[in-house]
C-alpha cells in the first residue's frame, strides 16, 4: 500500500498561500529523506510549448527552489527538449521558451536551470530495460548523474496515455532524442486529406521533411517520417492522427521507459503532481482550451502508480467546469470519465502494466490535507 498525499487546492488565508503549500510538501517524511544538506537535488519540470498558457507558474518551482536552497541543498532544475521542431526543438529555442514563460535562469534560478540531455538532446546513456518492448532507453545523463530527483507534473489530459502525470514525465520527460524516438517508434501516423485545408501550420513543426507543399496541397511521406507528432499537436483540424494499433504498446513503451528510469537514477524520487489548470491538451500543444475540472490542488507520494491512480480518481470524482469542453462532452458530473470522453481513453492499462513491471501500485492509503 502506497501513500498518496493530497494538500487541497482553496487557500482562505495567508497560512494556507503556495509557499505554506511547499512548506507541507517539504513536511513530507518521504520528501524530507531527499533534502540533505550539502546533497544534490534536481527538480524535474515540464517547460511547456510556446502558445500553451495553462502551465505550472514559475512561482512554485522557484519558492520550491528557493526553500530547498535555504536548507543547504545543491538544487538545478532540468527538463529535456521535444521531439517536434517547436519552441523547445534544441537549446537555443528551448531557453528563449524558459526565458518567455518565466523562468529566468540567471534571475530566479543562479544559472542552475539546465537540459537533462544538453543543447541536442542527445547527451546520455543507453540502460537496457525490462519488459516486452524497448530493450533499453537512452536517458538524460543530468537525471542519472545527480542525487535525488524531484518530479513536479503539471497534470492534463494526453491523447495516447489517458493521463499526463507523473509517469508520464518520468517515462518521456527523462529520454534523449534517441530515446524517445525509441519509444515512439511504435507509432504510426496516418494523414487524411479531406480534412486539410492548406493552412501551412503544420510544416515548421516537422524535423523531417515528412510534410511538403506540392501542387497547392499539403504532401506527407510516410516513409520519413519519425512519429515525432509534431502535426499532431499543431494541426487545428486533425488531419494527421496516430493509427490506433500502436497505442498499448506506445503505453507499455512509456512504462518501460520509467521503470528503466526509476531503477538507473542514483538517488531516490519523489513525485509532486499539479491538479490546477487541467487542460484537454498537454503542455506539448502550441494552444491551451480552458481547464475542465476546477483546480483540486496537489497529490504527492513516493510511487507514480500510486498517483496517477489517485490523480485519475480525483479527475472522475470532480464535476466538470462549464463552458468547458466537459461541457461539450455532457461530463459534467461527478464520476463521469472526462479523460475517457475527451481522450477515447483510460491510464487503466498504462498502470496495469506498470503494476506489472513493479513500477509501483494502484492500492493506495488517501492522505488529505489543507
Ligand atoms: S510528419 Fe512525422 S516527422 Fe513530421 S511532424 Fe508529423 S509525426 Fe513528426
Ligand atoms: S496544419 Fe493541418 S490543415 Fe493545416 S496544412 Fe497542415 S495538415 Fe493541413
Not at 49 to 66: A, K
Not at 186 to 211: A, H, M, W
Not at 226 to 242: D, E, I, K, T
Not at 313 to 333: C, R, T
Amino acid at each position: 500500500m502506497s501513500k498518496v498525499y493530497w494538500i487541497k487546492g482553496r487557500s482562505r488565508n495567508a497560512q494556507k498561500n503556495i509557499l505554506s503549500k511547499i512548506d507541507s510538501l517539504l513536511g513530507l517524511e518521504e520528501m524530507a529523506r531527499l533534502v540533505v544538506e550539502e546533497g544534490s537535488l534536481t527538480i524535474k519540470i515540464n517547460l511547456s510549448e510556446l502558445g500553451y498558457e495553462h502551465y505550472l507558474r514559475p512561482i512554485v518551482i522557484s519558492t520550491l527552489f528557493e526553500k530547498l536552497r535555504a536548507m543547504g541543498v545543491r538544487v538545478c532544475v532540468t527538463d529535456t527538449c521535444s521531439l517536434f521542431k517547436g519552441s523547445r526543438f534544441e537549446g537555443y529555442e528551448w531557453n528563449d521558451t524558459a526565458l518567455v514563460q518565466g523562468f529566468s535562469n540567471g534571475e530566479i534560478f543562479d544559472q542552475q536551470l539546465m537540459l537533462a540531455g544538453g543543447y541536442s538532446n542527445e547527451e546520455g546513456k543507453f540502460w537496457p530495460s525490462e519488459g516486452e518492448h524497448l530493450g533499453g532507453v537512452e536517458l538524460g545523463s543530468l537525471l542519472t548523474d545527480t542525487g535525488n530527483v524531484v518530479v513536479l507534473s503539471h497534470v492534463t489530459a494526453h491523447p495516447l496515455l489517458g493521463l499526463a502525470g507523473s509517469i508520464y514525465n518520468l517515462g518521456l520527460g527523462f529520454l534523449t532524442k534517441s530515446g524517445k524516438l525509441r519509444v515512439h517508434a511504435c507509432l504510426e501516423v496516418g494523414y487524411d486529406e479531406q480534412k486539410c485545408d492548406n493552412c501551412r501550420i503544420c510544416l515548421p513543426f516537422c524535423p523531417t521533411g515528412s510534410i511538403s507543399e506540392g501542387d497547392g496541397k499539403i504532401l506527407f511521406d510516410a516513409r520519413t517520417c519519425n512519429s515525432c507528432l509534431g502535426c499532431l499537436v499543431s494541426c487545428p483540424h486533425g488531419a494527421f492522427r496516430v493509427k490506433a494499433e500502436g497505442i498499448p504498446v506506445f503505453q507499455e513503451s512509456v512504462v518501460e521507459a520509467a521503470h528503466t528510469a526509476t531503477k538507473n537514477m542514483r538517488g531516490n524520487t519523489f513525485f509532486i503532481s499539479f491538479l490546477s489548470s487541467v487542460t484537454p491538451q498537454t503542455d506539448e500543444y502550441p494552444y491551451s482550451d480552458i481547464p475542465f475540472i476546477p483546480d483540486l490542488g496537489i497529490l504527492a507520494s513516493e510511487d507514480p502508480v500510486a498517483l496517477d491512480w489517485a490523480t485519475y480518481q480525483m479527475i472522475v470524482s470532480s464535476p466538470g467546469v462549464p463552458g468547458s469542453i466537459a461541457q461539450d462532452l455532457n461530463m459534467l458530473e461527478k464520476g463521469d470519465d472526462k479523460i475517457k470522453a475527451i481522450t477515447g481513453l483510460t491510464p487503466e492499462h498504462m498502470l496495469e502494466y506498470a503494476e506489472e513491471m513493479n513500477l509501483g501500485t494502484r492500492e493506495c492509503e488517501f492522505l488529505a490535507s489543507g
